[in-house]
């Protein structure tokens, strides 16, 4: 079965459980609840192309994986810490939140214009951050609206931003087995929170029994 959104993804279920794979590019990323299925899975794609293994699944796209007995923890600690020093920040004081309780962005228009590319390569780094780093997602919305005009107080922002990341660069998603199929969904929303135009600012995350699986924020 190809996947709906993903059409790279590839799921097949068989009596006692699943094998999917994931293609990107030339690599291909597999498992499965059945060692025999993955075993069988590798023999057939041998056969047909030219193909070799490197083993459990550690590292993939910036993302670390380490699957342990009791489940698999994903995180992007070393792009973290490439991101942090790329900014210039890695001796900088860190930060213990991305972003202030009272901070109320605006789109500042008497401030001072900053540098469009590296505002928006610094929002498009740390965006790739938010696929491990719920945490962050809302912060780097708020900042990501100011892409067009931004100035220095959006810049100040970000760079707090990156200083939190300097110090939780250890973060990342834990997905426990000791879970079930069970789906429950969270929303919320700030009511009139953008002191520009006071439309509201959204919010959820997806749980399939323990396990964090999706989660957005947005204007």
């Known amino acids: 079965m190809r996947g709906g959104v993903d059409k790279t993804l590839f799921i097949k279920k068989f009596n006692s459980g699943i094998i999917s794979a994931q293609i990107y590019l030339v690599d291909i990323v597999f498992g499965s609840t059945s060692q025999a299925k993955v075993d069988e899975f590798v023999n057939q794609m041998k056969k047909e192309f030219e193909m070799s293994m490197v083993g459990e699944l550690n590292y993939f796209l910036g993302f670390q994986i380490k699957q342990v ?9 070393k792009y973290a810490q490439n991101l942090v020093k790329n ?13 202030g309780t009272n901070d109320k962005l ?14 928006r390569s610094m929002i498009g780094s740390i965006l790739y951050l938010t696929a491990s780093g719920p945490d962050i997602c809302y912060s780097v919305g708020v900042c990501a609206r100011y892409q067009a005009n931004p100035k220095e107080s959006h810049v100040t922002v970000v760079k707090r931003i990156i200083r939190y990341v300097s110090e939780t660069v250890d973060y990342g998603i834990w997905y426990s087995n ?17 002191t520009d135009d006071r439309k ?4 959820g995350c997806f749980y399939l029994g323990n396990n964090l699986v ?6």
């Open 214 to 219: 999706s989660w957005y924020s947005k204007k």
């Open 106 to 119: 605006t789109k500042d228009e008497c401030g001072m214009s900053v540098d469009l590319s590296l505002y």
């Open 200 to 203: 509201s600012i959204t919010g």
């Open 69 to 77: 007995d009791n489940g698999i923890f994903i995180s992007q600690g």
């Open 178 to 194: 000791d879970t079930n199929g069970r789906l429950a969904g969270f929303s919320g929303a700030d009511w009139a929170g953008s």
């Open 87 to 99: 900014f210039g920040l890695s001796q900088s004081q860190h930060m213990r939140n991305p972003m």
